[in-house]
């Protein structure tokens, strides 16, 4: 299958500032990836997918200047949480692929 | 109601036995049925996927979806301390541009 990537893995940040989580597919041509937010014991959440050399599109709910997305080029999709809150603390995930989605290992973010 | 439902559990069995876990779902069009592992702090690996009805085996795993009824199970036999995870379930319809998850059972397999 598939190997995704995800960097930083970890990031703390103070409140108020942005962070740029960027997300890999290292054998695998992604005109498509979509990014998930998780909660603690609960299942994943869509938040937009990333459309290669065009605009994301966000899911119900989720504010698209606050969570920007880039998608530079097939194997890589970015997504920079901007003015980031406490609230906004959460492990991010993104995937890639068909049927079979594979999934990147997660970054978890940390505001205080 | 939510697109897909799957019990939270946890779910704590002993080494050996077998497990059964279960998502329904209300929307008919989903016809790719996936079963993700979750271990703490990761991103989900791909245990298996069935398209449309049916059974699939794979090692001492077995998917199964009944459509008539939108109900899949995932079952796992001799089950082993390092089937302890989180399993989701996910769906999706023909053209794969949103995937729909369960909240995701917890297991525990106690040695």
């Known amino acids: 299958g598939a190997v995704v990537s995800q960097h930083p893995s970890r990031v703390i940040c103070k409140s108020g500032t942005s962070v740029k989580i960027e997300c890999r597919s290292l054998?695998?041509?992604?005109?498509?990836m979509f990014w998930y937010r998780q909660f603690p014991k609960q299942s994943l959440m869509l938040m937009a997918t990333?459309?290669?050399?065009?605009?994301?599109?966000?899911e119900q709910g989720v504010e698209k200047d606050k969570f920007l997305i880039n998608h530079a080029s097939l194997t890589l999709s970015t997504l920079t949480v901007t003015s980031a809150h406490p609230e906004d603390s959460s492990f991010y995930i993104c995937?890639?692929?068909?049927?079979?989605?594979?999934f990147g290992p997660g970054t978890r973010l940390t505001v205080t | 109601q939510k697109e897909v439902e799957q019990d939270p559990g946890p779910l704590s069995v002993p080494e050996g036995a077998i497990v059964s876990l279960n998502c329904t779902y209300s929307?008919?069009?989903?016809?790719?049925f996936m079963w993700y592992r979750q271990y703490s702090r990761k991103g989900p690996e791909l245990l298996m996927y069935?398209?449309?009805?049916g059974n699939k085996e794979d090692g001492r795993f077995t998917a199964q979806v009944d459509k008539s009824s939108k109900y899949i199970s995932l079952f796992i036999r001799d089950s082993q301390p390092s089937d302890s995870a989180t399993y989701l379930c996910?769906?999706?319809?023909?053209?794969?541009?949103?995937?729909?998850f369960g909240s995701g059972t917890k297991l525990n397999v106690k040695p």
């Open positions: 990333s459309n290669e050399g065009s605009k994301a599109t966000y």
């Open positions: 995937s890639v692929g068909g049927y079979e989605q594979y």
């Open positions: 996910a769906m999706s319809g023909g053209n794969f541009n949103k995937f729909y």
């Open positions: 069935t398209y449309s009805s």
């Open positions: 929307n008919s069009a989903f016809q790719y």
């Open positions: 054998d695998f041509q992604a005109t498509t």
